[in-house]
């Protein structure tokens, strides 16, 4: 299963998304309106999404319904009806091909290829159908989804957006709503503070300072446990894991001058940035200009210097702010990093088996170091990383090598 698409819901003249539900089997049950649904999107588990929305009569009602849907054909031979919402007929969808009533006939392996198809299947829409629900409880509503709190698997936790609302219900009847974004706020600060307590403990006990080489790897603690939900609903804690595992990362540089000529480099340049697709010189010390034909290099795309054999050292100028998947992997002469302040996010592997690597120094601006971001770079003895613990991202455990000392500074 990956990310699953959310239902909206249409509030005071916006769209939103439709996040939890207190009571999910008194809400909304697609099989009683006729309907048996099949998956043909991973996204999309349940075959259809939905659109709800409160009326101007402070009604809940189901507004729109995009829909898949299989069903027995009529023994007669005839093309089944699609079913009525709110005595509103669907629209087919030309993208899945249309047969009688935009059905999309199927046909069975072991039928007669003489007789009508024993089964039909569509990809129906609904529009505007103002069905009335008489829901009572609350559903959880947000807007402004951030997406570094992405999870890729399931519907996405109501903390992982800037706006979270409850809106409650009396027999479908709208009875009020109640601005919870600052709860949601309050609980990933809470939730990223014992986060970052727990990975500083988890790489103080892997690597001590006394003893590098005899450390002992530990079990990663689960931060969930003790986390609190502050005032949001508790019907909303229990639905969702509110676990993340999150976290980021300052020191200052001169630069060396004279970057490489523009020539050197692969760019792709879109709406007035740049990012560096593919390195094509040969230098031992590479300096990224702050910009390529007058457009800011924002970032380093994945395997930008994969396998380079001569690169000693790289100096990354300050409107970088993404070193992507793979981009300095198994550069293994490489021997000295210059990150700036600007950088916020270390990609997958970015460093992967660098073996000349040292020491780092990872600057504040960095938010979120991917998985194995520093890993096989087998002679790195230390990591110093500054961090903005109140700007935490992400950071995975397998991001240094074992034997690493990595301090929280």
Avoid at 37 to 59: E, H, M, P, Q, V
Avoid at 121 to 150: A, E, Q
Avoid at 170 to 190: H, P, Q, W
Wanted: aromatic residues 12%.
């Amino acid at each position: 299963m990956t990310g699953q698409i959310n239902d909206n819901f249409n509030y005071s003249g916006k769209n939103y998304s439709l996040s939890s539900v207190e009571y999910p089997d008194l809400f909304f049950n697609i099989e009683d309106l006729g309907f048996k649904t099949f998956s043909d999107c991973t996204a999309c588990w349940r075959g259809y999404t939905a659109g709800f929305a409160i009326n101007k009569a402070d009604l809940l009602v189901l507004r729109d319904l995009s829909v898949n849907h299989s069903v027995k054909a009529p023994k007669d031979g005839s093309a089944p009806k699609a079913p009525l919402i709110n005595k509103k007929r669907p629209t087919g969808n030309d993208s899945y091909g249309q047969g009688p009533e935009g059905y999309d006939d199927y046909e069975d392996e072991d039928e007669d290829e003489d007789e009508a198809p024993s089964f039909y299947s569509f990809h129906l829409s609904y529009k505007k159908v103002d069905l009335p629900l008489n829901y009572t409880g609350g559903i959880i509503i947000t807007r402004g989804f951030i997406r570094s709190r992405y999870v890729h698997q399931g519907f996405q936790s109501p903390t992982s957006y800037e706006e979270v609302i409850e809106l409650r219900f009396e027999n479908g009847v709208f009875t009020g709503a109640k601005d919870l974004s600052g709860f949601a706020e309050a609980i990933r600060a809470e939730e990223r503070a014992q986060y970052v307590r727990g990975v500083e403990e988890h790489f103080a006990k892997r690597a001590s300072k006394d003893d590098v080489e005899n450390h002992k790897e530990t079990d990663d603690p689960d931060f969930a446990a003790n986390l609190r939900f502050l005032n949001l609903p508790l019907w909303v804690a229990r639905q969702y894991d509110m676990s993340y595992h999150r976290i980021g990362l300052e020191t200052d540089y001169e630069y060396p001058d004279a970057p490489q000529p523009e020539s050197a480099f692969e760019t792709e340049i879109k709406k007035g940035k740049c990012r560096i697709i593919e390195y094509q010189g040969g230098d031992e010390h590479v300096i990224i200009p702050d910009s390529i034909d007058g457009a800011p290099v924002v970032a380093l795309d994945s395997l930008t210097f994969f396998l380079n054999k001569t690169l000693k050292s790289i100096a990354i100028h300050s409107e970088t702010t993404y070193i992507g998947d793979g981009a300095f992997r198994n550069c293994k002469s490489l021997t000295e990093i210059i990150i700036p302040e600007k950088v916020k996010a270390i990609g997958e592997e970015a460093f992967y088996g660098c073996s000349g690597l040292v020491h780092i120094s990872i600057p504040k601006s960095v938010t979120s170091i991917r998985d194995k971001a520093f890993n096989a770079c087998e002679n790195l003895a230390k990591v110093d990383i500054y961090m903005d613990k109140s700007k935490i991202d992400y950071i995975t455990y397998d991001a240094f090598p074992e034997k690493t000392l990595v301090e929280f500074h």
